[in-house]
C-alpha cells in the first residue's frame, strides 16, 4: 500500500516561503496523481494544488495562484510543494494526497479522488 509522509512545515513570518515535501513509501509515485490539500480551524480541507504522473499538467487553486508551485521527482519518490509570499490565511494543516492515473491528462481537484492520504504538516504564517 502506498504511504505518505509529509514534512517541512512550521512557523514563518508573513511574505516567507516553505518548500513542503510528500515522500512517498510501499510503491513507486510514477503512477499516482499527487494533490495537496488544506484544512484550516473551522473549515472543510479544500484543494490546493495537484499534478498528473507524467507532469505534463497541474491546477493551482486561485487562492495560491502565482504564489505556489508543485512538482514531483519520481527518482526520489518525492512530491513538493513550494510556497512563496505566504498569508496569513495560508495558515492550516497541509496534507499530500494520491490516486492511481496514468492516462489523465488533467489531475483531479476533490477530496473524493483521492485514495492515499498522509498525515498532514502544520504551516502557520504569523508576525
Known amino acids: 500500500q502506498l504511504q505518505l509522509v509529509e514534512s517541512g512545515g512550521g512557523l514563518v513570518q508573513p511574505g516567507g516561503s516553505l518548500r513542503l515535501s510528500c515522500s512517498a513509501s510501499g510503491y513507486t509515485l510514477d503512477y499516482y496523481v499527487i494533490g495537496w490539500f488544506r484544512q484550516a480551524p473551522g473549515k472543510e480541507r479544500e484543494g490546493v494544488s495537484c499534478?498528473?504522473?507524467?507532469?505534463?499538467?497541474?491546477y493551482y487553486a486561485d487562492s495560491v495562484k502565482g504564489r505556489f508551485t508543485i512538482s514531483r521527482d519520481n527518482a526520489k519518490n518525492t512530491a513538493y510543494l513550494q510556497m512563496n509570499s505566504l498569508k496569513p490565511e495560508d495558515t492550516a494543516v497541509y496534507y499530500c494526497a494520491a490516486y492511481h492515473d496514468t492516462f489523465s491528462s488533467t489531475c483531479g481537484r476533490g477530496l473524493y479522488e483521492y485514495d492515499y492520504w498522509g498525515q498532514g504538516t502544520q504551516v502557520t504564517v504569523s508576525s
Open positions: 499534478i498528473t504522473s507524467s507532469d505534463e499538467s497541474a
